[in-house]
């Protein structure tokens, strides 16, 4: 879902994270995530998150509250809020390259999109026009945006608010999310797997089967080297996979509460060496970071 990421990756290198972090065999040299923290609010099932213009503000889609929630990305405070009184089971949000924030207003079938100035948001427009529950969007720094229509089962493009391309096929296709060289990561959560997608949505590599042992994989972020950290919800687990497409890390595995351990993940944001996730099941975000 990450906004104009060309210009927002920073250098991170390969990383890995299993339950209480476990180093998969051969990457003991990799960088470790490092538990730091996780909100004191409670949340509603939140979904994916995103850093907005200048890095301020943390925003997060939280879907049982229908709304945007706005927080401090160093206390993980909830600054603000804003779509509550008309949005319905919120899952995603991007930005574009003038601050306009894209919002997968699933339950209502449509994206809203919104001028925001902090914690303030003024409805602008939306797109809804062949997508039905959508919850991923990604806005490309060519102005199309591209949403995942999780029950359509498609993956549609938008430019100026028309459709300019579509991708079918797919079973409850979540996040999309820039790759370094320009290509696009969808995850496929009901096909339990990654694609790596062009931008006219042609398929270039699939990332599945036993080596991943995804279930359920639903949001991800990279950053500029091509590190990928992604929520694999049923599994309980943060998996995180190198820039040649090696799984060299897991964190979780196993349901529960605390430390290293998360119950139904769906959200990742990275930023520097710092990485927020979307604790959904436990309703919470926890931070983490890495660590050379």
């Known amino acids: 879902m990450k906004r104009n990421i060309f210009s927002r990756f920073v250098s991170l290198g390969s990383g890995i994270l299993f339950l209480a972090i476990t180093t998969l065999p051969g990457f003991t040299g990799e960088p470790k995530l490092s538990f730091v923290g996780a909100s004191d609010t409670e949340f509603g099932n939140p979904h994916d998150l995103i850093l907005g213009p200048n890095d301020a503000y943390l925003y997060v889609s939280d879907v049982d509250k229908n709304r945007i929630a706005v927080l401090d990305p160093k206390s993980l405070k909830v600054i603000g809020e804003f779509g509550a009184d008309h949005q319905a089971g919120t899952h995603d949000i991007d930005f574009d390259i003038d601050g306009n924030a894209y919002v997968a207003d699933t339950h209502n079938n449509r994206v809203l999109i919104y001028t925001v100035n902090g914690a303030n948001a003024e409805r602008i427009g939306e797109l809804s026009e062949n997508i039905r529950g959508p919850e991923g969007v990604l806005v490309h720094p060519d102005g199309r945006v591209y949403v995942a229509g999780a029950w359509s089962n498609n993956v549609v493009v938008y430019r100026n608010g028309e459709i300019v391309g579509e991708l079918n096929g797919l079973s409850s296709p979540h996040d999309l999310a820039f790759d370094p060289n320009g290509d696009i ?108």
């Open 185 to 292: 990561w969808l995850a496929d959560a009901g096909n339990h797997r990654l694609l790596l997608l062009s931008p006219e949505l042609d398929v270039k590599k699939e990332l599945s089967g036993d080596a991943f042992d995804f279930n359920g994989v639903r949001y991800l972020d990279l950053t500029t080297k091509g590190l990928m950290i992604a929520a694999d919800k049923n599994n309980h687990a943060v998996k995180v996979i190198s820039k040649d497409h090696r799984l060299i890390q897991v964190v979780g595995g196993s349901p529960g509460m605390g430390k290293n351990v998360f119950r139904t993940p769906e959200g990742v944001e990275i930023k520097g060496n710092t990485v927020w996730i979307s604790d959904s099941g436990n309703d919470r975000i926890v931070k983490y970071r890495l660590k050379h």
